[in-house]
């Protein structure tokens, strides 16, 4: 059983930085792909930001140039850092594993931009 922990949601006013942290455990070397995806209010779930195993990130045209994803030294970790925040940032966001063939989702972690 793959279980994940996200952390560093909350309040951002617009123009402002954040940085998720996602923790995996329970997956070991099975883990091929971290990512992080979010859920705004009325839509479906879209990807924010993945990276592989060997370092190659795909980022969402609307977060490229103000998002970095990034592994963690501990295994099976994975950062996302976000600037200049935009209201229409504001969604639930959860982390993302492939794990084999399959992937696990964690809770998700809610951001809000707003002034």
């Known amino acids: 059983q793959v279980q994940l922990v996200e952390s560093g949601g909350g309040l951002v006013q617009p123009g402002g930085s954040l940085n998720l942290s996602c923790a995996a455990s329970?997956?070991?070397?099975?883990?091929?792909?971290m990512g992080w995806y979010r859920q705004a209010p009325g839509k479906q779930r879209e990807l924010v930001a993945t990276?592989?195993?060997?370092?190659?990130?795909n980022y969402e045209d609307s977060v490229k140039g103000r998002t970095t994803i990034s592994r963690g030294n501990v295994k099976n970790t994975v950062y996302l850092q976000m600037s200049r925040l935009k209201p229409e940032d504001t969604a639930v966001y959860y982390c993302?594993?492939?794990?084999?063939?399959?992937?696990?989702w964690g809770q998700g972690t809610q951001v809000t931009v707003s002034s």
């Open positions: 990276i592989t195993t060997a370092g190659m990130t």
């Open positions: 329970g997956g070991g070397d099975r883990i091929n792909l």
């Open positions: 993302g594993v492939r794990v084999g063939l399959f992937y696990a």
